[in-house]
């Protein structure tokens, strides 16, 4: 799932449409699976809107989800840009930061937000999230 918006998606190189994850969803449920899928938050551009999206499609269709902060891995697209703009963690802190579980320690603080929203606003989307989540599991 990662996101609901479509220009997120095409910036994070997904090669997924919003009509095939609804599609996708809807077979799921029609053949008695229950899915679960994975969010990310911090990705470049996302605001609030995306996550109160994400969280009531979710919501709406009964689908557990498990949030994910976003933490740029060297050499890869999204490290270069984060670099561009200043927002890279440093890669010896990343490499402690994954080896600690960082994100759940820091309750939803990503290694680089490049997106809209600000910490807090992450954290409190990840809390709301978990707390769904574990309520239709």
């Not at 994954?98 to 954290?123: F, T, V």
Request: with cysteine.
């Amino acid at each position: 799932l990662e996101s609901l918006n479509q220009q997120l998606l095409l910036k994070s190189n997904q090669g997924i449409q919003l009509t095939d994850i609804k599609a996708a969803i809807s077979n799921m449920h029609q053949a008695g699976i229950n899915p679960v899928a994975f969010v990310i938050f911090g990705l470049p551009g996302q605001t609030k809107r995306d996550a109160d999206m994400v969280i009531n499609f979710a919501k709406q269709n009964h689908l557990p989800l498990i949030p994910n902060v976003l933490m740029p891995i060297p050499g890869t697209k999204i490290w270069r840009y984060a670099e561009s703009i200043g927002a890279a963690p440093d890669p010896r802190d990343l490499a402690m930061m994954i080896s600690q579980n960082y994100h759940q320690k820091n309750r939803g603080y990503s290694a680089a937000n490049l997106s809209c929203m600000s910490s807090l606003e992450i954290e409190k989307a990840v809390q709301e999230i978990q707390n769904f989540s574990l309520s239709v599991t």
